[in-house]
């Protein structure tokens, strides 16, 4: 099977072509060529599988950066895990790193 050539988001001095949007959920999003209406995580992933994603698979950026569509951050996973998996991840950045903030700012008097 030939894998299509991904439409590329920037040009070579960096700039962002046209061609894509990004979601109100903060997600880039084809909106023309074959890929229209879909969003740019989820098609990088399937042709990394090389097949077409099911409906109960999520796509799961490691790094929680939503714009980073390298193999290594993207991970094809169940929807109940990537829930189990996002919450986590949600937890130690408001919980964890809020606490770790506050210990530094009272330690350094900057409260």
Known sequence: MKIPRLPQLRDRKGRFKKG???????????????????YVHR??????????LTKDEDVHHVNGNKVDFSTR???????????Y????????????????MRKWYAEYNLV
């Open 43 to 52: 098609v990088k992933a399937a042709l990394m599988l090389g097949r077409e």
């Open 20 to 38: 894509w949007t990004i979601s109100q959920k903060g997600y880039p999003r084809y909106t023309s060529g074959p890929y229209r209406n879909r």
């Open 85 to 100: 998996i996002s919450a986590k991840q949600h937890f130690w950045v408001t919980v964890v790193l809020e606490e770790r």
């Open 73 to 83: 951050n993207l991970s094809v996973i169940g929807h109940t895990q990537h829930g």
